[in-house]
C-alpha cells in the first residue's frame, strides 16, 4: 500500500526534466505545499498533544513520583493524590466488559461469517454498524435508567443469593457500581468485537475450511479448530481494539460506575474510573497540584490506549496479511 | 451413525445454534435501545423543546433550543477546522508524498484517532481555554474537530487511492497538471467516498460528550459570542440525565431521541451514498 503513491507517475517520464520553476509555475509545486502543510500539520497537533500532557503533568510526577499510581488517597484539601482507586475502577470494568463482550461478541462473528447466508450477514453487519455509532452518553441514559434499576432490583439480589459466597458478589446492591459499568461497557464493545471479528474470519482461506470438512470434520469442529485459530491473532487484535475503548470510555462509566474512589473486591461496590474523575472533577480543580494530576491521570489514559492500540493493529495487520500470503500460494 | 459421530454432530448443531443466539442478542439490544427511546423520548418530545430555553431549575417545561442551536455551532467549527486538514491532508498521502512521510502521517493519524475522547478534552482545554481564561464554542469547535481529523484523513486517502492509475495517466497524457488532475479527475472520480467519509467523521463527533464538558462547557442560556460557553445536546442528557428532576429525566429522553435520530440518519444517508454504485468506476 505504501509504495503505491511512488508507482503513481509524475508529469514528466523522466526525473527533473521540467525545472522546479516550471513545476511552480503550472501549481504543482504549490499544490503540493498546501497539501504538505495540511498533512504535517496533523503530526505537529499530534505531537503537541503529547507535549502538553507531558508539560501539563510536571509538578505531580515530580511530586510524587512513582508514589502516585501505588497509593490511594485522593485528597484535594491536603494536596494528597494518588491514583490507585482509579487505576484499579478502570481496569476492573474493562475486564469485566470484556469477560462478557468477548464469548458474545466472537460468537456473533462466528455466526455472521460461518453460517448467516451473505445476505442476512450483511444486513445484520449494518445493524451492528448502526450499533457502535450510537454515542456512549445515550448508552449512559440506558444504563441510569434501565441497567442501575435491573441491577438493584433483580440481578445483584440474585447473583448474591446463588453465588453470594464468592467475595465478588458480596455487599449492599447498590445499583450502581464495578458490574453495572462493565456490562454497559460490554453493551457498547461488542459491536467492535463483532464487525472486526468478522472481517478477519471472512479473510480465511476458503480452502482451510474445505480441507477440515474433507477430513470428516463436523461445521463446528472446522469452524472452532481450523478456522477459529487460524484467524486468532485478528481476533486477539479486535479484544484489544475493543479494551482500549473500554478503558477510555467516560460518559457511560461516569454515569453508572457510582463515583466513589474505593477498591473493594466486590463487584457490587461502587468505584470510580480515570476518565469519570476527569469528567467530574476537571472543572472544579482549585490548584495547580490538583488539576496537573488529573492531567497526569490523562497522561497515565493515554499511554494505556496507545499501547493496546498499536498492539491491536499489528495483531489484525499480521492475521491479514497470513490470510492473503496462504490464499496466493 | 455411532454414539460418537451423534455427539458430535449434537455438538455441533448446539454451538452454531449458539452463536445464533450471540448474534440474535446483540442486534436485538440495538432493536431495544431504538425502541426504548423512541418510546421514551417519543412521549416527551414536543415544539417546546426545540423552541424554548431550559426552564429556571425547579420549574417544569421549557426546551433546548439553546442546545441544538449550541450543537450546530460546534459541529459547524469541528467541520470548518477537520475536514480541510483531513481533506487536504489526504490528497498529499495519496497524490504526492513519498512512503516514510506517509507513515510518518498516518501513523500520527492513528494515534490520534486511538485518544480517548476525554484526552482530547484536556488538550483543547490547555490549548484554547487557558489562553482565552474562557470557556467557549471556539473551544469545544477545536476538540470535536481535532477528533474529526483522523477519521477523514484516513478514509479519504483509501477512497483517493482506489482512483485507478489509468484516469491519472489519462488525464496527464492530455497535458493536464497534476493537480488539475487532481482536482478535475481524481477529486471528482472518489467524490462519493470522501462525502461518506466526512458525513461518518460528522456523525461521530456529533455525540461526543467528554471533550465538551470542560470546553465548550455548558449554558442555560443562549451562547451570543464564539468565545462564549454554549449548551451542546450531548453535554445537556449527561446533565440532565444525573440531575434528581424527574421533567429533567423527561427532557433528557427526548434530546436523546433528537441526538441519536440525527446520528443514524447521517450514518444510514453516508452508507447509501456509498452503496448507491461503487465509490469509483471499475476500470
Not at chain 1, 90 to 101: C, K, N
Not at chain 2, 113 to 119: A, E, M, Q, T
Request: net charge positive; with cysteine; glycine share 8%.
Amino acid at each position: 500500500m505504501a509504495t503505491t503513491s511512488k508507482t503513481v507517475p509524475g508529469a514528466s517520464p523522466i526525473p527533473g526534466a521540467r525545472s522546479f520553476l516550471s513545476r511552480l509555475r503550472e501549481g504543482d509545486e504549490i499544490a503540493r505545499m498546501i497539501t504538505f502543510l495540511f498533512a504535517a500539520s496533523v503530526v505537529l497537533v499530534t505531537l503537541l498533544l503529547v507535549f502538553e500532557l507531558w508539560r501539563g503533568s510536571a509538578l505531580p510526577r515530580h511530586k510524587f513520583g512513582f508514589a502516585f499510581f501505588r497509593t490511594s488517597v485522593w485528597d484535594p484539601i491536603f494536596d494528597q493524590f494518588g491514583a490507585l482507586p482509579f487505576i484499579y475502577g478502570t481496569l476492573v470494568t474493562s475486564i469485566t466488559a470484556l469477560l462478557i463482550a468477548v464469548p458474545l461478541g466472537i460468537g456473533a462473528a462466528i455466526f455472521l461469517a460461518e453460517l448467516a447466508p451473505a445476505r442476512l450477514s450483511d444486513t445484520l453487519e449494518f445493524f451492528i454498524d448502526l450499533l457502535a455509532a450510537v454515542p456512549s452518553v445515550i448508552y449512559g441514559l440506558l444504563g441510569v435508567f434501565i441497567v442501575i434499576p435491573l441491577m438493584r432490583l433483580y440481578i445483584q439480589p440474585a447473583l448474591k443469593s446463588t453465588l453470594g459466597f464468592l467475595p465478588l458478589f458480596q455487599g449492599p446492591a447498590y445499583g450502581v457500581g464495578f458490574l453495572t459499568a462493565g456490562i454497559v461497557l460490554a453493551i457498547m464493545v461488542i459491536p467492535y468485537i463483532i464487525s472486526v471479528s468478522r472481517e478477519v474470519l471472512l479473510s480465511v482461506p476458503r480452502d482451510q475450511r474445505e480441507a477440515a470438512l474433507s477430513l470428516g470434520s463436523t461445521h463446528w469442529e472446522s469452524t472452532w479448530k481450523v478456522v477459529v485459530p487460524f484467524a486468532r491473532t485478528g481476533i486477539m487484535g479486535s479484544i484489544f481494539l475493543a479494551l482500549a475503548r473500554a478503558l477510555g470510555e467516560t460518559m457511560a462509566v461516569t454515569m453508572v460506575i457510582g463515583n466513589t474512589p474505593i477498591i473493594s473486591a466486590s463487584l457490587f461496590s461502587p468505584g470510580y474510573s480515570i476518565a469519570a474523575v476527569i469528567a467530574n472533577e476537571f472543572t472544579e480543580a482549585t490548584g495547580d497540584l490538583y488539576l496537573q494530576s488529573l492531567i497526569e491521570l490523562g497522561l497515565v489514559l493515554f499511554l494505556l490506549t496507545f499501547i493496546l492500540n498499536g498492539l491491536a493493529r499489528l495483531l489484525i495487520l499480521v492475521t491479514s496479511k497470513r490470510g492473503s500470503e496462504t490464499a496466493l500460494a | 451413525m455411532s454414539a460418537r459421530l451423534r455427539w458430535r454432530k449434537f455438538v455441533s448443531g448446539f454451538m452454531l445454534t449458539m452463536t445464533g443466539v450471540c448474534a440474535l442478542v446483540a442486534v436485538s439490544v440495538l432493536c431495544f435501545i431504538l425502541g426504548y427511546l423512541v418510546f421514551h423520548g417519543g412521549t416527551s418530545i414536543g415544539w417546546n423543546f426545540f423552541t424554548k430555553l431550559p426552564a429556571p431549575v425547579g420549574e417544569t417545561g421549557g426546551g433546548m433550543a439553546n442546545a441544538i442551536l449550541g450543537s450546530a455551532k460546534l459541529l459547524f467549527l469541528a467541520s470548518l477546522f477537520g475536514v480541510p486538514i483531513g481533506f487536504f491532508g489526504a490528497i498529499y498521502l495519496a497524490e504526492f508524498s513519498g512512503s516514510t512521510v506517509a507513515f510518518i502521517v498516518r501513523y500520527a493519524a492513528d494515534l490520534l484517532n486511538g485518544v480517548p475522547s476525554i484526552v482530547i478534552g484536556i488538550f483543547a482545554y490547555s490549548m484554547v481555554v487557558l489562553p482565552f481564561k474562557h470557556f467557549s464554542t471556539l473551544a469545544g469547535g477545536f476538540a470535536l474537530g481535532l477528533m474529526m481529523i483522523p477519521i477523514t484523513l484516513r478514509s479519504t486517502e483509501e477512497f483517493l487511492r482506489s482512483v485507478p492509475n489509468a484516469l491519472r495517466e489519462g488525464a496527464m497524457a492530455l497535458g493536464a497538471s497534476k493537480w488539475k488532475t487532481i482536482a478535475t479527475v481524481i477529486v471528482p472520480t472518489a467524490y462519493r467516498g470522501i462525502l461518506t467519509a466526512v458525513l461518518l467523521a460528522f456523525a461521530r463527533v456529533a455525540g461526543e460528550t467528554a471533550p465538551l464538558l470542560f470546553t465548550a462547557f455548558g449554558n442555560r442560556f443562549w451562547s451570543h459570542r464564539w468565545n462564549e460557553p454554549t449548551a451542546s445536546l450531548p453535554v445537556m442528557i449527561f446533565t440532565y440525565a444525573i440531575s434528581p428532576y424527574d421533567d429533567w429525566h423527561r427532557q433528557a429522553w427526548a434530546a436523546g431521541l433528537v441526538l441519536l435520530g440525527l446520528i443514524l440518519a447521517i450514518n444510514i444517508v453516508a452508507r447509501a451514498i456509498l452503496s448507491r454504485g461503487s465509490a469509483v468506476p471499475r476500470s
